[in-house]
């Protein structure tokens, strides 16, 4: 059974760090590209950051999302089926609720829509006071 679960999500101050965490199961995330979006009350979902399927050999291309270019970072564990989001200097523009998911796709156009993903987790909420 294929499974996405999110955690490290919280209640964090503005400039705060958190770190998000997506554990797999049912698939191998080195065959996936791997992505997080993020969706605020009221709003559409949103593309945050992917990251390509990877090799031992190949270093993986990632994307984001302008506006957490050089704040947030993607990573992945391929030995532990892992994937992960470090964010830093958070902002209350970041408040939302982030979703894990795995796409077969490749190339920054496809990853950077909700349509190319195969697998989705139930999210973990991200709130940054002001």
């Known amino acids: 059974q294929v499974q996405l679960e999110e955690s490290g999500g919280g209640l964090v101050q503005s400039g705060g760090s958190l770190k998000l965490s997506c554990a797999a199961s049912?698939?191998?995330?080195?065959?996936?590209?791997m992505g997080w979006f993020r969706q605020a009350p009221g709003k559409e979902r949103e593309f945050v950051a992917a990251?390509?399927?990877?090799?031992?050999?190949?270093?993986?291309?990632?994307y984001y999302l302008d506006s957490v270019k050089g704040r947030f970072t993607i990573s992945r564990d391929n030995a532990k089926n892992m994937v992960y989001l470090q964010m830093n200097t958070l902002k209350p523009e970041d408040t939302a609720a982030y979703y894990c998911?795995?796409?077969?796709?490749?190339?920054?156009?496809?990853?950077?829509?909700?349509?190319?993903?195969?697998?989705w987790g139930q999210g973990t909420q991200v709130t940054v006071s002001s």
């Open positions: 049912g698939f191998t995330v080195s065959n996936y590209a």
């Open positions: 998911a795995a796409s077969a796709l490749t190339g920054g156009r496809a990853l950077k829509s909700s349509n190319g993903y195969n697998y």
């Open positions: 990251v390509e399927w990877s090799t031992p050999s190949l270093y993986p291309s990632t």
